[in-house]
């Protein structure tokens, strides 16, 4: 007699994970996490820049689906300084992860911790450019010590930050991200997706 096939439980899918973002900063900062991580992360910058909308957030996941099941997680990564795209990302099908004033003030959080007071883009990039490990920094670029300390300090920063305000305050929600980011690689090395 033959033996029977054992059938086995169909794969699950990694969720894919798409971002959508404002500038080359915003890339350059994905793109690290994303190696860092190792996680299925594409990222598109600068051809959405100011233009989003919710008809653009459905076409770039349409593109990158497989099948009507796969998972598509996405996340809008801009600064907060314009008030319009507060209120066009909100109305995206996507979760939406500001920085008041800019991406910077995260990266600010990495060494210190960001004051709950207004900051203008140009104060924020003075006030990081004067710490010894971002002496060198400019925007759209990212050394690989600037990777590093990005990643060896992120869950620090997640304490130095406020993640949100009602105000006009410095904020970043960035600390979302990276908690989802955590999730998926203990999900990946437990095996659970």
């Known amino acids: 007699m033959g033996k029977k096939a054992v059938g086995r439980a169909p794969r699950k899918m990694k969720p894919v994970i798409l971002v959508l973002c404002e500038g ?3 890339e350059c900062y994905v793109d690290c996490l994303k190696q860092k991580y190792r996680l299925p992360i594409r990222v598109v910058s600068k051809v959405v820049g100011q233009k989003i909308n919710s008809r653009l957030v459905e076409r770039y996941k349409k593109e990158l689906q497989i099948r009507r099941s796969e998972q598509i997680d996405c996340f809008l990564i801009y600064d907060a ?3 319009e795209i507060i209120g066009k990302t909100a109305a995206c099908n996507a979760t939406v992860i500001l920085s008041r004033p800019c991406l ?4 600010l959080a990495h060494t210190e911790k960001v004051p709950a007071a207004d900051l203008s883009s140009a ?3 003075r006030r990081l450019t004067r710490i010894e490990e971002w002496k060198g920094y400019r925007k759209g ?3 690989e010590n600037e990777k590093n300390l990005l990643w060896e300090k992120r ?3 997640m304490r130095n ?3 949100s305000s009602a105000t006009g305050a410095a904020f970043s929600n960035i600390p979302e991200f990276i908690r989802t980011l955590e999730d998926y690689r203990h ?3 437990n095996g659970d997706r």
Do not use: Q, Y
């Not at 910077?104 to 990266?107: N, P």
């Open 24 to 26: 080359e900063t915003e």
């Open 161 to 163: 930050i406020a993640e």
């Open 81 to 83: 300084d314009v008030p």
């Open 141 to 143: 670029f990212l050394s």
């Open 104 to 107: 910077e003030v995260w990266f």
């Open 123 to 125: 104060e924020c990039l």
């Open 187 to 189: 999900e990946n090395e």
């Open 155 to 157: 869950l620090e920063a």
